[in-house]
């Protein structure tokens, strides 16, 4: 959808109706904006931007944004960049205490009501998964969705134990073929092998004469009715393609040197070894500020007392871990928002409160203005004006790429299929132990992470190698 069709649509908008969003059961919901994206491409400016149209409040969702100082480490947007808009949760914890998402969730939350009750709109920003996560949504739920709701009872429960042992004369095969004629949905899931996971849905049937797949079938049905969402959400992806990014990610780590960061890790270094200091002598890296990339990156250099030369060699070498780390964890969030946020979001369109969800385009940062600012300042309002959300796929070319394909709900768990891998499975003479192997994958997700590890590319390897004709045919 152009651009002028959103203002046009805008203009004949009178005064914006109150702030109050969807009435359920007599209580009145407020909207929440929330912009998540990769490190380094432009959320917090967007944030502003965006607080300074519509009467907004920032609120900071960064993990190592939280803390106190070390502006440059942390990329804190500095007093001017933030022209007046008041932020919050931007740097008052101390550096060496470590602040848990659960606080996070609870101090987001009231400055959200708050900032509402103002009659303002609170803009939640930022790239930390889990942070933004656990705003959002009641409970943690992606991270609850995501695993395999049969896993967590099975091995703890004394009832399997007996049912176990009254089953202990019958084979894998036998108790598969069992679970085949009683519950196929759950025998399509579990190869025969796999003794515990078989036992247990037969266990489901004997003792609650329900079958296994029934009970998962309708707590995915209560899932999909229940209301997951804690406030009515319009969510910004705010997206560079991988190639522009990478380049801005590693001039954004030259900039950061020349603006003094090696001070700031010094100071980091003096601050988080001072013996009087709670948290210092556990997990080097793994708490606090000191997770924030660069500190491990550059740990020996700071820490060396070698000449020049080697100094300086391994000055280097921390700027070339510092760009890998950056871009690998700018990978991470990318993979994190398409794969957990964006279908959770999108298995709430069919309910009362709705997460809508918008990709802007800040590849090409000339464009900013009218491809992030604007768009996103016009859709901020359809939604606070509580009117009909335009499609988001007609946003761009790029949003209509990256939000086909999403899936409605992470959780699946019926869906799932076993892959069974020709290449990694061994027939009995092509083993070393003349025993035949067959490898399993348990889902789409796992065969697809198979298929991208060490072992499979190996063993793919050593296939063409050894049975150069038996592959061609198999490709034929
Ligand atoms: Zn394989």
Redesign the pocket.
């Known amino acids: 959808m152009p651009i002028f069709f959103y203002r046009y649509f805008m203009r004949s908008e009178t005064p914006s109706p109150p702030k109050q969003r969807e009435t359920i059961f007599g209580c009145v919901k407020f909207g929440l904006i929330a912009i998540t994206g990769t490190t380094g491409v432009g959320k917090s400016q967007l944030a502003i931007e965006l607080a300074r149209a519509l009467n907004g409040e920032v609120i900071n969702a960064d993990a190592m944004q939280v803390y106190r100082g070390y502006e440059i480490i942390t990329n804190k947007v500095n007093r001017s960049e933030m022209q007046d808009v008041p932020h919050h949760l931007l740097g008052d914890v101390e550096p060496h205490r470590e602040y848990t998402v659960h606080e996070f969730e609870q101090d987001a939350i009231a400055k959200i009501t708050e900032i509402q009750g103002r009659g303002r709109i609170p803009i939640l920003v930022g790239g930390t998964n889990y942070y933004i996560q656990s705003v959002i949504f009641r409970k943690a739920l992606i991270s609850k969705n995501a695993r395999n709701l049969t896993d967590s009872d099975v091995g703890c429960d004394p009832r399997l134990h007996a049912f176990e042992e009254q089953n202990a004369h019958k084979s894998n095969q036998e108790l598969w073929e069992e679970l085949k004629q009683t519950d196929p949905i759950m025998a399509e899931k579990w190869h025969a092998n796999n003794r515990r996971k078989v036992l247990r849905s037969l266990e489901v049937l004997h003792t609650s004469g329900k079958r296994h797949s029934e009970w998962i079938r309708e707590s995915n049905q209560a899932r999909e009715q229940e209301e997951t969402l804690r406030f009515s959400t319009l969510l910004f992806w705010l997206y560079a393609d991988t190639p522009t990014l990478n380049q801005r990610l590693d001039s954004r780590v030259d900039k950061m040197i020349e603006r003094g960061m090696f001070d700031e890790l010094a100071q980091l270094k003096n601050q988080m070894s001072d013996p009087d200091k709670e948290n210092v002598s556990r997990g080097e890296f793994t708490s606090g500020l000191m997770q924030a990339i660069g500190f491990r990156e550059f740990s020996d250099y700071l820490t060396t007392t070698k000449d020049s030369s080697e100094r300086e060699q391994l000055k280097t070498k921390g700027i070339d871990d510092m760009k890998a780390s950056t871009r690998r964890y700018s990978k991470r969030q990318v993979s994190w928002i398409r794969n957990k946020l964006l279908p959770e979001c999108k298995s709430t369109l069919h309910k009362s409160i709705r997460a809508h969800t918008f990709v802007l385009d800040a590849t090409d940062l000339s464009l900013w203005n009218t491809d992030v600012r604007d768009k996103a300042i016009d859709i901020a309002k359809i939604f606070d004006s509580n009117l009909p959300m335009p499609e988001p796929t007609s946003l761009s070319e790029t949003a209509r790429t990256l939000l086909t394909d999403i899936k409605s709900s992470p959780n699946s768990a019926l869906a799932w299929k076993r892959h069974l891998?020709t290449?990694?499975s061994k027939s009995a003479e092509e083993s070393s132990n003349g025993v035949a192997r067959e490898?399993w994958l348990n889902g789409d997700d796992e065969y697809q992470q198979?298929?991208r590890s060490r072992q499979?590319k190996k063993?793919t390897k050593y296939r063409k190698r050894m049975y150069p004709l038996q592959e061609k045919k198999k490709r034929i």
């Open positions: 891998c290449v990694c490898v198979h298929l499979h063993n």
